[in-house]
């Protein structure tokens, strides 16, 4: 048995018993997977809705995304038909009211018949039936107080696992950046026994900013989640009830200076922060191909050298890298600069990575539909 062989079972041995360990690149695999850029993909926006939107579920017919508009007032999901891309229906909804379903900060899909909708800042999860326009309303006791913090932030959606639901909290904080209670990253609440669960806990890596707690998250399977957050080279897994530390060695990550935060702090200097720093913009995992796609966020300078103008949070450049899941190695990467992608508005397919294309520094964007691109990994064995 090789030397690299060797390895990797030692790794994979450390992971079971959860001992914290370190992902070393492994240059042979380096870049084996070839992307290949093969389709545009445009869907035609209504007059109220805006090309930045926050979640996307794509069904065998449809694309489901979540409504967002200049004032962020429309309480809605859109529905567009995968293969003309025009709108096919808007359902909205009241916010108050006996049949509020809050102000819906993310959702999910379970089919085309039944929608989950994550009412954050009222602590309240619906289910919407299609067939019969039918609601059915959970009110979330102490979801909205339980350690000062709202619930569901909008970095990922709720998800649903044998009856229970898994929604995301971001903690408050005062104008320093500081945390105002609270280490829960997420909760789980049992729609059987109507108790609220802390399910994921935020990390003693993670620094306790709103910067840094930006976090994505995505299940491997059912008992196997994965989170990251923006400041870490690192991905968190929690296997069962136990959280485990992934050291990913991303090629040429500096991390970021944390004090620098910590005196004067201001919304200026959190964005300078941000520009000038490597970030964990998203995480996505492919269940169709097996691989975890990671969007690493490249280090820029605060103005424009060109024209000397401020740059605002969406002018960096981005350098995707594909993960084996089994090793968290890396298999490949390519380049998506700021000027031509929005890579966090991406989804995943069965016929591959969309990324979109709907960005203010791309002058060829179109403000009346959503864009993508679709990457496609042509020498994939899936």
């Known amino acids: 048995m090789s030397v690299s062989c060797i390895a990797k079972l030692i790794l994979l041995f450390l992971l079971s018993v959860g001992i914290y360990h370190s992902c070393e690149i492994d240059d042979t695999k380096k870049n084996i997977l ?22 996307y579920h794509k069904t065998n017919d449809n694309l489901y995304t979540d409504v967002r508009d200049a004032n962020n007032i429309q309480n809605s999901i859109n529905i567009y038909s995968w293969n003309t891309g025009k709108l096919r229906n808007k359902l909205t909804f009241p916010e108050t009211g006996e049949n509020g379903v809050g102000n819906i900060s993310n959702f999910n899909v379970i089919n085309d018949s039944l929608l989950v909708l994550l009412g954050g800042y009222h602590g309240k999860v619906s289910f919407y039936n299609m067939k019969n326009s039918s609601l059915t309303i959970h009110n979330i006791p102490g979801a909205m107080k339980n350690n000062g913090t709202p619930m569901g932030r909008t970095s990922f959606p709720v998800k649903f696992i044998n009856n229970s639901l898994y929604f995301e909290v971001g ?66 897994l929690k296997v069962k009830d136990t959280q485990k530390t992934v050291n990913l060695n991303i090629p040429d990550w500096i991390d970021p200076k944390f004090e620098e935060l910590k005196t004067g702090y201001s919304t200026e200097k959190a964005n300078t922060f941000y520009l000038e720093n490597y970030s964990l913009e998203q995480t996505l995992y492919d269940e169709f191909r097996e691989y975890i796609y990671l969007f690493v966020g490249i280090p820029t300078s605060v103005r424009d050298p060109k024209t000397g103008r401020w740059r605002n949070f969406d002018e960096k450049d981005v350098v995707l890298y594909v993960l084996e899941p089994k090793d968290f190695s890396i298999l490949s990467s390519i380049n998506l600069p700021a000027s031509e992608f929005y890579p966090r508005n991406s989804f995943v397919t069965k016929e591959g990575l969309f990324v979109s294309k709907s960005t203010f520094l791309n002058k060829k964007v179109r403000e009346d539909y959503m864009e993508f691109m679709l990457l496609e990994i042509k020498n994939s064995p899936f």
Do not use: W
């Not at 070839?34 to 926050?54: C, G, I, P, V």
């Not at 408050?172 to 802390?198: F, H, Q, T, V, W």
């Open 171 to 236: 903690p408050y904080y005062n104008l320093k950046g500081e945390s105002l209670g609270g280490l829960i990253a997420e909760y789980r609440y049992d729609l059987l026994s109507k108790e609220l669960i802390p399910s994921f806990i935020i990390p003693d890596e993670v620094k306790m900013t709103e910067y840094h707690v930006a976090k994505s998250r995505f299940f491997l399977n059912d008992d196997t989640e994965v989170m990251s957050f923006k400041c870490c080279n690192s991905l968190f």
């Open 34 to 55: 070839q992307f290949e850029m093969t389709k545009r993909k445009a869907f035609l926006l209504d007059s109220l809705s805006s090309f930045r939107t926050n979640t």
